[in-house]
Every structure is written in structure tokens, then in C-alpha cells.
């Protein structure tokens, strides 16, 4: 029982997909959105509870010999991918394209499968067949709406980039084991000591990989496009889950093996992560289309969260691992947006924003505390998440990079409250809010009213979210 109870999740995961698989042939059209739905949500909630029941590490372990580690960084991560699959299975409901289909919550299953192995992954083989895993399903539900000329661009794109970053992570992974003949990585810690060429050719080749993964500067380009051609769930769970699992084995990977070049290798991550946060929010200024704009946005939160990374202390990691929390509630409640409104207007354009205070005052509402929330506002969880990496850059000594945050912040918050002023002070061509609603069905109040709640409760009470962060990345130390 004792090895069973690290991977439950992930067993739970793989049972729940065949239940979905086994049933979807005896539902009748007019039951199966609803059945595959709730069934999924149902599902993935039932998991995290039994997880965190059950599956809850005492000590870090290794296991499968030491394939896997059992530890609270991967079990947080788990828990914040099976949250994030809930949710983005609420919001697949209403929409046309996913809704009715069994495969498009069989592939949501099976990436949240790799994103889980992918934060508990401790060797190098382990960990390149879990980011395949988690890859290939977002191709497939990126390119997933067939007769939309966009959608199939932003899966080829995926695709084509996602294959290339593939290869060099995996020419990268090959090197380190030629040069330190394991592929395990604990025992990797004390092969790459020196800032020489080797050890420079071969971080370089491992993060370009993991950048692409979680959209860093200059690794980013293909974020805007496949976020804007995607179904409007699925870019939200690309933009969330997607990144949280790219920064958990960033993490892990850069404390296991790297630990030694810290000092030498900070500059570098810390000069990325100005240029990712200065970049991403530069462009956003200039976008129409919502989509577009979400994703330069999530290219800047990829720059806020690498400052705690960059702080290399557990205080720095901690509050990374909490951003990632954070941003994750707040980024999906925004796609959330995104796709209840593009389903009755039928437009991302933020001129389509026009008069939502009035056509939908509850939905404005998440709009506000979302948006707020992104910009780091009070009381909100966005404005916690920024204060703690802030402050664990200028713990560690980077004072610099911490006024390059806040300086972006304040760039940052100029795009959002402009989505802001459409919504509440801009009204519709002729006035006729009246008679364009904007109707919220059962799933997207739920994911929403939740996601709302979550984002308030880690702004206001983040004490206890702050200590399981914590609690994680003390176990790296």
C-alpha cells in the first residue's frame, strides 16, 4: 500500500479516463454534455479529496526506484493540477466543440496525468516521458476545433514548436547523463559544479526546453497565437496548469542539479526575467482581442513568479510556489471570462465588453476582482503573490529586479483596468444593453463563484495557503 498511495492520484486519474470511456457509448446525445461534465468534474474532485486524505507525504520519499519522489513541492502541485482540470472541465461544458465529446476530457485527464508526474519526477527519463505526456493531449486540444482555420494553426504551431523545444531538452537531458553517467537527480548534484563550457552548453540546452514550457523571454512567441486559436477552456488551462507544472520541474531541477552554479547562472535567470516581464507587458498594451492580450499578460506573470525562483532561497521558492497558486485561480477565472461571454457575443474583441455591467452586473463583478487581482491589487490574491517574491528578491539581494516587478506592475495595471473601463463605463452601439444579456449557465457560475472565492480567501487569509507553499519548498532545503 505503501507504494500505491504516492501515485493514487495519478491511478485515480487513469480510472476515472476509462470510466469516461466505458459509458460514453451507452449516453444518449441530449445526456452526454451534462453526464461527461459532471462526471469528470465530479471525478477530479473526489480525487483531490481522497489525496489529500490519503496520499499526504510524510517525509520525502523516493520510490519506484527513485523514478518518482514523494515530497509536499510535488504533492501541492498535484493538488493545484486537479483543481485546475475541475475547473477547466466546468468551463468544456457550454462549449460546442468539447462539450459532447468524451476524447476532449480524456486528453484533459491524461495531461493533468503528465503535469502530476512531471512535479514528482526525480530522474531525467521519468521526467521527459512526463512532460510527452502532458504535450501531446494539449497538441490534440489545441488544434481540437477542426472546421476553425485558427484553431488548427494553433495546434500545428504547438505542435511544431513544442516538438523542436522537445528535441533540445532531450539533447540537453542526453548530455547530462553522458557527462555524469546517471540519470537520477540526486546523484547529479555534484557532476556540474564549475561555470565552464560544458556546464554552460548544457543548462543552456535544459532551460530553453523548460522555457518554452512556461513562456519565458525570448521562448514565448508561440504563447499569443496558440492562446488566441484554442478553445477558450483550453488556452485557460495551458496559460495555468501547463506553467505551474514547467515551474514545478524548473524548481526541482535547478535545486537538484544545478544547486552549484547558482551564483553564476542567477544573473542570467534574473536578467530573463525582466526581459519576460517587461516584454509580455510592453505588448500587451497594444492588443484588441482579449485572448491575445492574456496571453502577453501570462508571458509577464512567467517573469513575476521567476523572481522567486531567482531568489534562491526558500523563502523565494515558497513565494513562487504561492504565486503559482495565485495565478492560477486568477488567470483561469479570466479565461472563465473570456469563454462565458465569446459564447453569446461570439467575439474575443474587448469592444464586445461593452456594457457588461449592465448586460451581466454578476459576471462584471468577476471581471473586477479577476482583472484586480492580475494587476496586484488589494485585497486580492495577485497583490499577496507579488509582495512575497518582491520580497524575497530584495531578502536575497536583488533589489534591482524588484523595482523592475513593481515598475511593470504599474505597466500592467494600465491594460487591465482598460478591460475594466470597457466593462463598466463604455455602453453598447445605441444603448441596448436590455437586450443583449449575457446568461450565465449553472457550470460557468460555479467555476466562477469558486474561482472568485478562492482569489479574495488567499488575498485576506493567506496565512495557511502561504504555509503548504512553504511546507514545499522546505523540503528542498
Do not use: C
Not at 469516461?20 to 459532471?38: E, I, Y
Not at 453569446?344 to 455591467?357: F, K, T
Not at 457550470?443 to 480567501?457: E, F, K, M, R
Amino acid at each position: 500500500m505503501s507504494i500505491i498511495l504516492p501515485i493514487l492520484p495519478e491511478i485515480l486519474l487513469l480510472a476515472l479516463g476509462v470510466l469516461l470511456l466505458v459509458l460514453d457509448p451507452f449516453w444518449k446525445d441530449a445526456h452526454r454534455r451534462l453526464n461527461l461534465g459532471w462526471l469528470t468534474v465530479g471525478g477530479l474532485l473526489a480525487i483531490l479529496v481522497v489525496s489529500l486524505l490519503a496520499a499526504r507525504p510524510s517525509e520525502p520519499a523516493s520510490i519506484f526506484g527513485g523514478m518518482l519522489r514523494h515530497d509536499w513541492l510535488g504533492f501541492l502541485f498535484k493538488m493545484f493540477f486537479l483543481l485546475a482540470a475541475a475547473v477547466s472541465a466546468l468551463f468544456f461544458m457550454d462549449n460546442e466543440h468539447l462539450g459532447t465529446r468524451a476524447e476532449a476530457y480524456l486528453l484533459l485527464l491524461a495531461a493533468t496525468i503528465g503535469m502530476s508526474l512531471m512535479a514528482s519526477a526525480s530522474d531525467l527519463v521519468m521526467l521527459y516521458l512526463a512532460i510527452e505526456t502532458t504535450s501531446i493531449p494539449l497538441y490534440v486540444l489545441a488544434g481540437f476545433m477542426k472546421d476553425d482555420p485558427k484553431s488548427t494553426e494553433a495546434g500545428f504551431k504547438y505542435l511544431l514548436f513544442g516538438a523542436l523545444t522537445s528535441a533540445v531538452l532531450l539533447y540537453g537531458f542526453s548530455l547530462v547523463y553522458g557527462f555524469a553517467g546517471t540519470t537520477h537527480l540526486d546523484a547529479l548534484t555534484g557532476h556540474f559544479t564549475s561555470f565552464n563550457l560544458i556546464s554552460v552548453g548544457v543548462t543552456f540546452l535544459v532551460l530553453a526546453g523548460l522555457a518554452f514550457k512556461v513562456s519565458l523571454f525570448p521562448f514565448h512567441f508561440w504563447a499569443p497565437d496558440v492562446y488566441e486559436g484554442a478553445p477558450t477552456p483550453v488556452a485557460g488551462f495551458l496559460s495555468t496548469a501547463s506553467k505551474a507544472a514547467g515551474f514545478a520541474v524548473l524548481i526541482r531541477l535547478f535545486l537538484a542539479v544545478f544547486s552549484e552554479l547558482n551564483t553564476d547562472w542567477s544573473m542570467i535567470l534574473a536578467i530573463l526575467a525582466a526581459l519576460t516581464m517587461t516584454v509580455g507587458n510592453l505588448i500587451a498594451l497594444a492588443q484588441k482581442n482579449i485572448k491575445r492580450m492574456l496571453a502577453y499578460s501570462s508571458i509577464a506573470h512567467a517573469g513575476y513568479a521567476m523572481i522567486g525562483v531567482v531568489a534562491f532561497s526558500e523563502l523565494g521558492m515558497a513565494s513562487a510556489v504561492f504565486y503559482l497558486l495565485a495565478y492560477l485561480l486568477t488567470n483561469l477565472a479570466a479565461f472563465g471570462i473570456v469563454a462565458a461571454l465569446g459564447r453569446v457575443s461570439g467575439s474575443d474583441e474587448l469592444s464586445a465588453y461593452h456594457g457588461l455591467s449592465r448586460r451581466n452586473p454578476a459576471l462584471a463583478l468577476v471581471v473586477l476582482v479577476a482583472f484586480l487581482s492580475l494587476a496586484g491589487m488589494p485585497p486580492f490574491g495577485g497583490f499577496v503573490a507579488k509582495v512575497f517574491v518582491f520580497a524575497a528578491a530584495v531578502q536575497s539581494g536583488w533589489v534591482w529586479l524588484a523595482v523592475v516587478g513593481v515598475l511593470n506592475s504599474i505597466v500592467g495595471l494600465y491594460y487591465y483596468l482598460n478591460v475594466l473601463k470597457y466593462v463598466y463605463l463604455f455602453r453598447m452601439e445605441n444603448e441596448e444593453e436590455d437586450r443583449s444579456p449575457i446568461p450565465l449557465s449553472r457550470p460557468y457560475a460555479l467555476a466562477l463563484t469558486v474561482l472568485s472565492i478562492g482569489i479574495l480567501l488567499i488575498g485576506t487569509l493567506f496565512g495557511p495557503w502561504f504555509g503548504f507553499a512553504a511546507r514545499a519548498a522546505a523540503g528542498l532545503y
